[in-house]
């Protein structure tokens, strides 16, 4: 009796560079509208700071 099992070899997954640009991107803004207090958009962005603000309210994630 033969018993021997043949295995396949796994062959790596190749990404294109715009998924990588494209999920660092998703990853940052995420950043931006869930956990964002102005450290990165300071005072000169007041206006977004509070739009991301006023986003996370709406998605109900605490922030104060």
Do not use: K
């Not at 640009?21 to 700071?49: D, I, K, P």
């Amino acid at each position: 009796m033969d018993t021997a099992v043949e295995t396949a070899a796994v062959e790596p997954i190749q990404v294109p560079l715009f998924a990588w640009v494209a999920t660092a991107a998703a990853a940052f803004l995420l950043y931006l509208v869930l956990s964002e207090n102005g450290a990165v958009l300071a005072q000169s962005w007041h206006t977004m700071h509070e739009l991301f603000h006023d986003g996370r309210h709406f998605v109900a994630v605490p922030c104060h």
